[in-house]
């Protein structure tokens, strides 16, 4: 039997079941009831991803006491410069969990080796990298005993770090699913935070170009419950969030945009969809003539899931839910990026006809063409990430075609044509 077919494939949906009988019968009396179902996801996408590794087959190299080394990558993240892309990923190499960093040129290849980010004993979990257009901005959220923590650091654009990393989330909470954006005077980082059982909800840091914090972290939406990562861009002159949060009385999830000004207040949230299920992992992306695109994981349950987005225009008008697949298996792992004149999007699919796909959203919410197989292979690939490069998007995963878990980035034209072949950029 292949290693990755020994996997826990039933648990994560397994798990969202029990979540979703336990909010019913609760009916989210209090806040202890729905953060046991938050917990649950959480432990699903644990399980989901920890399966991984301790399957895979070895790559070359020993530990002292014999036993293979293990050589995966995970989680990519990519962002598009003048000069080609900036990939960050989370390597297990060694039996570590550290951040790297690879230059890559205009067709995908990298340049040079990898560059090692983090050195310690925690856990680093969901890199993400931006582009300023002269420095890279980085966030991640890094895991050691009872404490989660996001962090932040400015790199060149080489790679090298621009002085030390900084610990954006207070001490004595508990943040997870960094991100982080450009808004052309500062960067923004996006979290979901937990201080007690009253005091929970998404935050914003501000980070000015010289890597010093401006203000206090704003509170976005205090008392979601988040399903998933939030998600953050530049939005003017100042930022854009997005999260999928659970309604526990109204037994519905919404997907939500708070738009957050550079005086810093945020602005009344936005619902984009509103429906009975469970949503997960929003992702959202900004188009230079101002218009915002989410995508994310809809109708979440055992059998299946579709991926739904919705765009919201200047002036405030949004085009509602549309559905971007038929819920035939499991769609899940999206990534949008506005490229020239539509935004460009990225997911994972489960089934006969699975693995990753693309396909273009207009300025209007619609589906432009058909999706786009970028992978063809019966392997696993999860966690593609989108960017947009000079004239056409690039779209980096991870992929377990060569036994281990290996980072490929792969290019789609401006109109949705595949470009060349797939690239292999992480270290054997």
Known sequence: MPPFERRPRTIPGLLVAVGRIYLRRTNGRRFAQVFVF???LLVAAVVWRAAWPTSCTASSGTHANDSPRLSVAVTPSIAGTASGYGLTWVDLRDRHTEVYFARLAPDGARIGEPRRLTNDDGVKL??????SGAQFGLSWTAVSGQDAAVWFVRLDPTGTPIGAAMRVSLGGAR???????WNGRAFGVAWFEVRSAREFGVRVARIDAEGRRIGDAID?????????????????????VSFNEVLPRAGQTATTVVR???EGAADEPVILSLRAGLALQSTLAVHRGGTLAAAWRDGVGVDGSTLAAATLRTDGTKTGRVEITDGRGHAGSPSIFAGRDAFGLAWTQSGTA????????????????EPLAL???????QTPSV???RTEYAVAWCDARAGGLAIYVARVSASGTRVGEDVRVSAD
């Open 38 to 40: 938050l917990l649950l």
């Open 126 to 131: 969901f890199p993400q990298l931006v582009w």
């Open 175 to 181: 943040a997870f699913g960094a991100r982080v954006a």
């Open 220 to 240: 976005v939406r205090t008392g979601a419950i988040v399903t998933g990562m939030p998600d953050v861009v530049a939005d003017r002159t100042g930022f854009a």
């Open 260 to 262: 957050i000004p550079a």
């Open 354 to 369: 699975g693995g990753v796909r693309f396909v273009r959203i207009g300025l209007d919410g619609q589906r432009v063409g």
């Open 375 to 381: 992978t063809t292979h019966n392997r696993p690939a």
């Open 387 to 389: 960017a947009w490069g």
